[in-house]
């Protein structure tokens, strides 16, 4: 997971609250081939946004 630095001064357990939600994603078969799901990597993009 990359934040930038104001965000880990700012909220230094944001990584693994987000590590806890992005497991609780069900699995999605993103790639099939011939009918039969096969791995692969992707990356799942989450802004957030600090309101002052």
């Known amino acids: 997971m990359e934040s930038s630095k104001e965000i880990k001064i700012k909220l ?4 693994s609250v987000l590590r806890v939600s992005v497991d ?12 039969i799901p096969v791995t692969t990597k992707y990356r ?4 957030i946004q600090i309101k002052q």
């Not at 230094?12 to 990584?15: F, G, H, T």
């Not at 609780?24 to 009918?35: E, F, Q």
């Open 44 to 47: 799942l993009p989450i802004k």
């Open 24 to 35: 609780k994603i069900p699995n999605v078969y993103a790639a099939i081939k011939r009918g």
């Open 12 to 15: 230094p357990k944001l990584d």
